[in-house]
């Protein structure tokens, strides 16, 4: 299967580097079309694929084509690639907010598959979620899990909705997670703690107690049960963030992000 992937910047860079290093595409395999020709010298040189600077040397032999563009490039993309693109031919669209009916009208192409990676993906711990038209075939999601699935873990979800609201869970989430990280550092830090003390703690506390996570199948209430003991250290620092109402803050966070995907959703129409 040739796969082409349209935008060599951060993520079309993972993507290419992941594939092969799973070995489920090959260097022959891989195309590469890049805007940029200081970015398509770069990519080059990384011996991932063969690098086009436009698509009449590549895309029409293309079996999968990855938009990974900024969303505000696709209408120069789309009103390009329009003419040459073929009906049999699957798009794999990671960019934020641009709707499957926007790829499918803009392009005249009926199989889309739209997903939202995180950047966890650039070293293969990525969360994506992802869903697809009508037209998509079984075999065509299959076939596209196992190549989502070599950056991270890869979810299929049934609407649309969903990949909006994916994008405020775990697209946006790495962010929550440094928030929460960097505002403990800063209390380490205060306690006497020196920078790299600070960093070593946290990053190792956020780690073990995920991996203990999911090592058991003990809820996150189970383990706060297990770890507060009554009148111990553990239940006054909860009992400071529920009073403070940390719990509703971050889900409002949450919401907010799901609110403004669904507004950048509309502007991209
Ligand atoms: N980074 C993330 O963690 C993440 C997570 C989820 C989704 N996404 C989505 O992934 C997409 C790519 O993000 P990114 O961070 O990889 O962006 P990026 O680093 O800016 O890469 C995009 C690349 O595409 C090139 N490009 C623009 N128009 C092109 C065209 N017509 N033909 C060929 N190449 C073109 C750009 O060149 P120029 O620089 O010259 O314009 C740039 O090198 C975005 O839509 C974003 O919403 C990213």
Not at 24 to 32: G, L, Q, R, T
Not at 50 to 70: N, R, S
């Amino acid at each position: 299967m040739k796969i082409l992937i349209i935008g060599g910047g951060n993520m079309g860079l993972t993507y290419a580097q992941s594939f092969i290093r799973a070995q489920i595409s090959s260097k022959e395999d891989m195309m590469i079309l890049e805007k940029s020709p200081e970015r398509a010298d770069e990519l080059a040189k990384k011996d991932i694929g063969t690098v086009y600077g436009e698509p009449d040397d590549c895309l029409q032999k293309a079996d999968l084509i990855i938009l990974a563009v900024k969303p505000q490039d696709t209408a120069v993309l789309f009103e390009k690639l329009r003419p040459m693109v073929h009906p049999q031919q699957v798009f794999l669209s990671i960019m934020a907010g641009v709707k499957i009916t926007t790829i499918c009208e803009s392009l005249g192409v009926s199989k889309v598959i739209r997903a939202m990676p995180n950047l966890p993906a650039q070293i293969g711990q990525g969360m994506t979620a992802f869903t697809s038209s009508d037209e998509v075939t079984r075999i065509e999601l299959v076939m596209v899990q196992n190549l989502l699935s070599t950056t991270g873990k890869a979810v299929y979800v049934e609407k649309e909705h969903f990949i909006d609201a994916s994008t405020a869970i775990s697209g946006s989430g790495p962010a929550y997670v440094w928030f929460f990280m960097d505002a403990m550092m800063d209390a380490a830090r205060n306690m006497g703690f020196s920078n790299s003390e600070s960093e070593l703690l946290v990053s190792q506390t956020f780690l073990g107690a995920v991996e203990l996570y999911m090592a058991t199948n003990f809820s996150c209430e189970e383990w706060i049960r297990r770890v507060a003991s009554r009148g111990g250290t553990t239940e006054a620092a909860l009992k400071s963030f529920s009073e403070s109402n940390l719990r509703k803050d971050i889900m409002n966070g949450a919401f907010a992000a799901l609110n403004r995907a669904e507004e950048l959703g509309k502007d991209a129409k």
